[in-house]
């Protein structure tokens, strides 16, 4: 078994056992977040019949999955980075989801684009939900405007994305992502990278981001 089947296994098997009960069947989707590996190592992944991995560059991600998807069509990509307005039309239709929506603009131009390409990803909302400077998101207090302004656009919004604080205990930003997704009309939760996974499926995350504890450290 490669090591990288088995370190997928064992994070599934993490979730299981963190799990409650009453929680069991809200088991969510790991995305293999493959940015910067090459296709060599993923594709034991694929072989072992994983579909959903994430990328951060479109460029390295058309390059690396083009083909790949055409001969395994199961395959879901999602992109997880900060996407550039001008990029939008290479992005469309490699990738089936979209993360990072923050902006009217990039709002506008993925429903042209997905017009002229007759392909619809599902997009997340991305949540500044520490409200830092720094990092890219919408944020809270502008959340609710940016929200009803997007519902004018024929968009396919499927949930919240956020990247908590750098913190060693991010729950109570978890608790405060479920907070905003139950005051809309959206299901899924994207949140909880390799480092708090756990904490992210244990607070109703439909979705965790995973890299390093799947494909070890990027060099």
């Given at each position: 078994m490669h090591i990288t089947v088995k370190n997928l296994l064992d994070i599934e098997n993490n979730i299981k056992a963190h799990l409650s009960e009453s929680n069991k069947n809200n088991f969510p989707k790991i995305i293999a977040v493959s940015k910067t590996f090459k296709i060599e190592k993923i594709l034991p992944l694929i072989e072992h019949g994983h579909i959903d991995f994430g990328e951060n560059k479109v460029q390295e991600a058309v390059e690396k999955w083009t083909e790949i998807k055409k001969i395994h069509s199961k395959i879901k990509l999602h992109m997880i980075g900060k996407l550039q307005t001008n990029k939008v039309k290479f992005c469309l239709p490699l990738f089936d989801f979209i993360h990072s929506l923050d902006n009217i603009k990039l709002a506008d131009k993925i429903a042209n684009e997905q017009i002229k390409k007759n392909f619809k990803p599902k997009l997340?909302?991305?949540?500044?939900?520490?409200?830092?400077?720094?990092?890219?998101?919408?944020?809270?207090?502008?959340?609710?405007?940016?929200?009803?302004?997007?519902?004018?656009?024929?968009?396919?919004?499927?949930?919240?994305?956020?990247?908590?604080?750098?913190?060693?205990?991010?729950?109570?930003?978890?608790?405060?992502?479920?907070?905003i997704r139950n005051k809309t009309n959206f299901k899924e939760l994207s949140m909880g990278m390799s480092n708090d996974y756990l904490l992210a499926a244990k607070n109703s995350a439909t979705y965790v981001r995973i890299g390093s504890k799947i494909f070890g450290e990027r060099n």
């Open positions: 997340f909302i991305q949540v500044n939900i520490g409200d830092e400077e720094q990092k890219n998101g919408v944020l809270l207090s502008q959340f609710e405007s940016f929200y009803k302004k997007i519902e004018n656009f024929e968009l396919d919004i499927v949930g919240l994305m956020c990247i908590p604080p750098f913190v060693d205990d991010t729950e109570i930003y978890f608790k405060k992502m479920v907070e």
